[in-house]
Structure formats: C-alpha cells, structure tokens
C-alpha cells in the first residue's frame, strides 16, 4: 500500500520544508535512509570516535586526515563548479537538507568511497583479516552511499560518477603522505600553532568562492573537527597516553571478546559522547553570541544571525575545533582517570 511519507529533514538555516512524497517500497527506503546516513555528522560523531576509543587510534587519526582533504576539496570544488540540484519536478526529492548546496561532484559519494578505501588500505597488514572482507566492504558501502543519493532525488549519476572518479585522484595523490601527516602532528614541536593556522585559512579561502550556503558551515566544520583532532593527537602523544603499538608487534591480532572488554568499550563510548555532546552544546552557546557581539550583528535570531561568516565560520569553527580536540585527547585522558582506557 502507498502511504504518505513526510520529509525526513528541513533545511536548518532556511527552513525549507519539502513537499509530501509517496514511498512504495519501505525496506528499500529505510535502507538507502541508512546509506544517506554514512555521509551524515551523526555518523561521523559516532564512527571516528568509535575508531579512536575502542579499535585504533592512529587508523581513526590517518582516516580522519584524509576524510577532512577529500571533503574539503569536495565542498570547494562544489562551489567552483555550481551545478544545480537535480530539477524537481521531474526528481521527487525525499529530502531538503542540503538543498541550497550544488551538487557536482556528490561529496556524499567521495566520502562514501574515501572511508571504505581508506580503512582498508590503512587496516590490511596492520591487523589481520582476510583481504576478501576488505574487498566485500569497499564495493557494498560505496554503492549504497552513492545510489542512496540518487534515490533521495539529491544527485544524478554524473556527479556520483564524479565524485568517485575525484576521490580515486585524490587518494592516489595524497594517500601516500598520510604517515608523514600524522607523524608531524604527533611530534612537531609547532604542529599545533601550524594545524590550526592552516585549517583557519583553509576556510577562509573556501568561504571566498561563493553565496551563502550549508556547505560553507560544513566545510568550516570539517576543517574544525580536523583541526582539534590534530591538536588533540599531539597533546595525546606528548603527554604518552594513548601510544600506538611498537612496529615488531604487527600484524595486531584481535583480542578474545569478554564483557570485561564490551563493557568497557560501552562505556568509553557513553562517557565520551556524553563528553563530546556537552563541549558542543556550551561551545555553541559562548561562540554565537560572541561572534555576534564582535561583528555587530544582531543575534535574536539565531539562524538569520548564522547566515553571516563572521557568525558562522567561527561558531563552526570553535565549536567542532573544541569537539575534535575532545574525541582525541580530553576524552581518553578522562579514560584514563576513571580507568576504563
């Protein structure tokens, strides 16, 4: 039977409200839901630190790395290019969220392809698993993400086949110099002073090229949330908490599973999310008004206040710099204080 299927999001600065959809096929829906999902800030909050906390820290760090250089990219070039959405009609749009941002290349499908390609690359050979999972993982994940979006009426088959073609040329540039990166993070006496500045005018740069829209606030948290897990890596390393395993020790085989280790593994991630939610809700309570205050605007309304950079950018900014810093570093100190590390 067809019922009526409201939309699953609204456009947060804009209030955009998109038009009632009928879906025939729930499973379908509900698992390309799920594939739009994986390109999403819910599932990055909760997978990066699930990598970080749990099973890896430097695969979590060097994912992060290259995730931040592909979606970066991806945004910047978004805004160079601007092609439209998809023209609806004839495209039914099951969702409005990212509507006022262009849509060649899909940066849905460049993170889609990137994380799986990435956590392969960086696991095979430190851990040990049988390749053939790596090589089911790849294909299944990309493709979901990527006809995910096609399905939500969000992008057309050429800027998913874009977005793949641009993150495969990426990767194969700077994948290479992912070690280096995050080796002169850890250790570099002024990588924090470096990252920081760096990602800083990264976003500056990036806000130049184009109006107002939600890709320059994610673009400015991506940057943020790379920029405080660097940092964060770097106060890690030099204070010796989370030190990765001595290089005679791999390939790393996975330890029997016991409660002991489920349960703490559940509550590193209850803590730090609980962590991670607090230092997002109270930076985001100090950096609006701030901002505001700063550059004059007036700050009743939040959202019109928020379509400002000068708002925006440093609200994003801070906030996910403060939420990056706190996944790599304040959360496994407090680990490490309660010891459940």
């Known amino acids: 039977p067809r019922r009526p299927v409201g939309m699953r999001r609204t456009e947060p600065l804009q209030g955009e409200e998109g038009e009632l959809a009928h879906v025939s096929n729930w499973p379908l829906y509900y698992l390309f839901c799920f594939g739009t999902e994986l390109g999403n800030e819910l599932f990055y909050i909760l997978f990066f630190p699930f990598w970080i906390w749990n099973l890896d820290a430097l695969v979590g760090r060097r994912l992060v790395i290259i995730w931040v250089l592909v979606m970066y990219l991806g945004q910047c070039t978004k805004d160079i290019v601007r092609w439209p959405r998809p023209a609806s009609p004839p495209v039914v749009k099951l969702e409005v969220f990212y509507n006022s941002e262009y849509s060649m290349p899909s940066t849905h499908a460049m993170s889609g392809t990137a994380i799986p390609i990435v956590l392969v690359l960086l696991t095979y050979g430190r851990w040990q698993y049988p390749l053939i999972y790596g090589l089911i993982l790849i294909p299944c994940w990309c493709s979901l993400v990527c006809l995910s979006r096609i399905y939500m009426g969000m992008h057309s088959i050429l800027d998913i086949i874009a977005g793949f073609l641009y993150t495969i040329l990426i990767l194969a540039i700077f994948y290479p110099f992912v070690d280096l990166i995050d080796n002169f993070n850890q250790t570099h006496k002024y990588a924090p002073l470096i990252i920081i500045g760096l990602h800083l005018a990264l976003g500056i740069f990036s806000f130049t090229l184009d109006t107002w829209s939600t890709s320059r606030g994610d673009t400015a948290e991506i940057l943020g949330s790379g920029a405080g897990i660097a940092c964060g890596s770097h106060v890690t390393y030099n204070m010796g908490l989370m030190l990765?395993?001595?290089?005679?020790?791999?390939?790393?085989?996975?330890?029997?599973?016991?409660?002991?280790?489920?349960?703490?593994?559940?509550?590193?991630?209850?803590?730090?999310?609980?962590?991670?939610?607090?230092?997002?809700?109270?930076?985001?309570?100090?950096?609006?008004?701030?901002?505001?205050?700063?550059?004059?605007?007036?700050?009743?309304?939040?959202?019109?206040?928020?379509?400002?950079?000068?708002?925006?950018?440093?609200?994003?900014?801070?906030?996910?710099?403060?939420?990056?810093?706190?996944?790599?570093?304040?959360?496994?100190?407090?680990?490490?204080?309660?010891?459940?590390?």
């Open 244 to 341: 990765d395993p001595p290089l005679d020790r791999l390939p790393l085989v996975r330890p029997p599973i016991t409660v002991t280790l489920l349960g703490k593994a559940m509550l590193r991630i209850l803590v730090g999310m609980v962590f991670v939610l607090l230092v997002r809700i109270i930076m985001k309570k100090l950096t609006i008004p701030l901002a505001c205050k700063i550059f004059n605007i007036p700050c009743d309304d939040v959202r019109k206040a928020r379509q400002h950079m000068e708002v925006e950018l440093p609200y994003r900014y801070i906030t996910y710099g403060m939420v990056g810093f706190t996944i790599a570093f304040l959360a496994p100190y407090i680990f490490s204080f309660i010891g459940i590390s």
